[in-house]
C-alpha cells in the first residue's frame, strides 16, 4: 500500500504578521525543515513527500520534493491542499502535516495507520491527552476523497467539521507532543527554550554517584507522579534467507516475531532486576513492533513503554528492544550465527522534569 505525506504550508499566516510561516526560522533553521526531518524519521516511512505552498516556490523546490499550489482559489485553507495533494498522488493513503510541526513523534504514521487498519473510518485523526484535537495532523484514505470535494465547493471549509463528518477515529499522543506554533509569541517561547537548555551532567554529577563516587539508587521519594512515555528501537541484521524463513513462519521453532514480542514486553517489566540502580516502575503500556527492511534485510524493533511514575521509563525501553534482538537472535542463530544488533537507541522520551526529547536533535530539551 502507497501512502504519501503532504506538509500544509499554503495558508497566509495571519497571526505570524503575514509572514510565510513554513518558511519563519526555529533556532536558524525554517519550520518546514524541520517538519520535514520529522517525516523522514517516521519508524514506517512513507513513499513520497509533498509540500502545500502558495508562495515562495521556489524555496520550497530546493528541499528537493514536489511542491503543490492549491487547485481551489483564494486560499481556502488546508482542505484546498490536502485536494491538491490527493490529485497529484497515487498513494491509497495520505498523512497530513501543518508546516508548523517541528517535532514529530517518529511513530505518528504508525499509530494512526495501526488505528484505520482496525476502523473502517476514512480517517484518522491525532489529539493529545489533555483532549485536544489536532485536526491538521491526521491519516486519510483516498475514500474521503468525496465529501472533501463536497465539503470544498459548499464552502465548507473547517479542518475539524470535515473530519468529524467521515468519524474520523482519534488517536491519542502525550500531552506536548504538538506544540502550538500559531502566532511569533508562540515561537518565540519556543526558540527561548531551546536555547536554554541546561547542560548534561558530567563525571562528578552523575545521578547514580554520591559526593564520595559510591554507587547509589537516586532518591526520588519526594518527587510527583506524572505521565512519561520512551520509545526505543534497534536493528539485527541478517542473510536474505534468514529473514525469508522469519517471514515465512517457516522457522522450526514458530512465530518468532511473536516470541521476541513477548520477551520485549517481559524485559521491559524485569528491567529493574537486570539494571542495578533502576527504580520498579509500574508500567501502564509497553507496545512492540517490527518492521522488516527487505533491502537490508533487517528487522526493526520499536518499543514505546509508558508509566505514571516517579523516575525513568528510558531503560525499560531499551531493556525491551534489546532483549526482543537478542530472542529474535536466540531464535535464528541455528542457520545464522553471524547476525548482528545495531543501532539500538532511544528515540524520543516525553515527561518529567527533562520534557520532550528527540534523537533528531540532542542539544533539545524542550
Not at 491538491?84 to 498522488?89: E, G, H, K
Not at 507532543?177 to 531551546?194: C, E, K, M, W
Amino acid at each position: 500500500m502507497i501512502v504519501d505525506a503532504v506538509i500544509l504550508a499554503g495558508g497566509e499566516g495571519r497571526r505570524m504578521d503575514g509572514r510565510d510561516k513554513g518558511l519563519v526560522e526555529l533556532s536558524g533553521r525554517p519550520l518546514v525543515e524541520w517538519c520535514l526531518e520529522g517525516v523522514q524519521r517516521q519508524s514506517v516511512p512513507v513513499d513520497h513527500i509533498i509540500i502545500s505552498a502558495n508562495r515562495n516556490l521556489p524555496d520550497y523546490a530546493r528541499y528537493g520534493y514536489a511542491v503543490l499550489r492549491d487547485v481551489y482559489p483564494s486560499n481556502p485553507g488546508p482542505l484546498a491542499g490536502i485536494h491538491s495533494a490527493f490529485l497529484a498522488s497515487p498513494a491509497e493513503m495520505l498523512l497530513v502535516l501543518p508546516c508548523d510541526l517541528p517535532f514529530v513523534p517518529h511513530d505518528l504514521l504508525l499509530q494512526l495507520r495501526g488505528a484505520l487498519a482496525n476502523s473502517s473510518a476514512d480517517a484518522a485523526v491525532a489529539k493529545t491527552a489533555d483532549g485536544r484535537i489536532h485536526p491538521t495532523i491526521c491519516l486519510l484514505r483516498r475514500s474521503a476523497m468525496p465529501s472533501l470535494l463536497e465539503h470544498l465547493s459548499s464552502n465548507r471549509l473547517k479542518m475539524l467539521d470535515w473530519l468529524a463528518s467521515i468519524n474520523a477515529v482519534q488517536v491519542t499522543f502525550a500531552d506536548g507532543s504538538f506544540p502550538n506554533l500559531n502566532t511569533s509569541d508562540d515561537l518565540a517561547g519556543l526558540a527561548a527554550r531551546l536555547s536554554g537548555v541546561e547542560a548534561i551532567p558530567v563525571a562528578g554529577g552523575l545521578t547514580h554517584f554520591n559526593s564520595a563516587g559510591e554507587a547509589h539508587m537516586v532518591d526520588v521519594g519526594q518527587k510527583a507522579d506524572t505521565h512519561r512515555i520512551a520509545t526505543a528501537q534497534g536493528e539485527i541484521r541478517m542473510l536474505s534467507d534468514t529473514l525469508k524463513l522469519i517471514e515465512d513462519g517457516n522457522n522450526k521453532k514458530g512465530d518468532v516475531l511473536g516470541v521476541a514480542r513477548i520477551a520485549a514486553i517481559m524485559a521491559a517489566k524485569k528491567t529493574s532486576d537486570l539494571i542495578p540502580l533502576c527504580h520498579p516502575l509500574p508500567l501502564t503500556k509497553v507496545s512492540v513492533d517490527f518492521t522488516i527492511d527487505r533491502v537490508k534485510s533487517t528487522v526493526r524493533c520499536i518499543v514505546t513503554c509508558e508509566t505514571q511514575g516517579k523516575t525513568g521509563i528510558e531503560m525499560e525501553a531499551l531493556t525491551a528492544v534489546n532483549i526482543g534482538l537478542l530472542t529474535i537472535y536466540d531464535m535464528c542463530k541455528a542457520v545464522d550465527k553471524g547476525m548482528v544488533m545495531t543501532d539500538i537507541r532511544l528515540m524520543e522520551k516525553i515527561g518529567g522534569k527533562s520534557g520532550h526529547w528527540e534523537a533528531a536533535s540532542e542539544i533539545l530539551k524542550i
